[in-house]
């Protein structure tokens, strides 16, 4: 891929968490002021339902739920990509569907987990779910959590589909993730898929980022991916540097542990985590709040 392709989704996504009241219920009120505040600090489009949402623990019901409440808040004006992939093809078609009824602008199939299928079968459950519905859809490729690598070869292959457009790489391996941009077709779409190597694929001509750091700091993630489009690298660089302290606490405890407990202190209450995860440590919280005070202070110059 020589140049770099139109961001389908827009070029900074967050893969928004899923607010819980004291009773353990979805918030939707806190959800919705979360997605206007993500709305005034650079995201352009939501992920609902994914890892950083806690989509293992919610139900089929609060999933639909919050794809409405997602398209109602953002009210056409950031593009709404549903969470929708299980290791059950089954389910996941009949959520792709659910969705897509919703009004989400696109779709996101995580790798089958636990059950680690062949390639072969990775390639038949991500068209069956793309075959579901009109939507486009993004791959999300996250072999630390799935024990499963999607390879550069099936994602080509995946690519041939038309309503396949993009790939969330959370590999983790900035050398694969170059190959892989290179080897894909004209217009396909490479998000990166963790915050600490969204220099490094953005100036691979990757598009963007499924951001978890910008639920705090988007302003500065937007404007560190348009500083590399623009070829500004001095500024490219001060903001990953900036940006690095606070990408590495918000990931000292598993993902949204320490997100959560940062919102919840710097922001307004978003609740606990679902069992199994807990409440981060509160030293993983005063850590985060450091890291936000040098992002804030950079701001304020």
């Known amino acids: ?54 989509s293992p623990t919610l139900s089929t019901p609060e999933k639909i739920a919050l794809f409405r409440a997602a398209v109602d808040a ?11 992939g299980t290791y059950d093809t089954r ?39 793309a075959d579901a519905t009109d939507r486009p859809m993004m791959i999300y490729n996250i072999p630390g959590r799935t024990a499963t690598r999607i390879e550069i070869e099936t994602l080509v292959e995946l690519a041939s589909h038309p309503r396949i457009v993009a790939v969330k790489d959370a590999v983790d391996d900035v050398d694969w993730s170059v ?28 598009v963007g980022v499924v951001s978890v750091t910008a639920h705090l700091a988007g302003r500065e993630i937007a404007a560190m991916i348009d500083a590399i489009i623009d070829g500004n690298w001095d500024l490219a660089n001060e903001l990953h540097d900036l940006l690095a302290p606070l990408n590495a606490a918000l990931f000292a405890e598993p993902n949204p542990m320490p997100l959560k407990g940062a919102l919840t202190a710097f922001w307004d209450d978003v609740g606990q985590p679902r069992l199994p995860l807990v409440a981060a440590e509160p030293q993983t919280v005063e850590s985060v709040g450091k890291a936000l005070d040098a992002v804030i202070e950079h701001r304020d110059r």
């Open 1 to 54: 891929m020589d140049h770099r392709p139109s961001p389908p989704f827009g070029r900074l996504l967050t893969a928004i968490i899923t607010p819980f009241d004291d009773q353990g219920s979805v918030d939707y009120a806190a959800f919705w002021r979360l997605i206007r505040h993500l709305r005034d600090t650079g995201t352009e489009g939501l992920v609902v339902a994914g890892t950083t949402g806690e």
């Open 74 to 84: 953002a009210k056409g004006k950031m593009s709404v990509v549903a969470g929708v």
């Open 91 to 129: 389910e996941s078609v009949a959520l792709a569907e659910a969705a897509a009824e919703a009004g989400v602008d696109g779709l996101m199939a995580v790798t089958p987990y636990y059950s680690k299928p062949p390639q072969r079968g990775i390639v038949d459950h991500m068209v069956a779910i």
């Open 179 to 206: 190959r892989e941009i290179q080897e894909l077709p004209e217009g396909f779409a490479v998000y990166a898929g963790s915050d600490h190597v969204t220099k490094d694929l953005v100036a691979a001509n990757g």
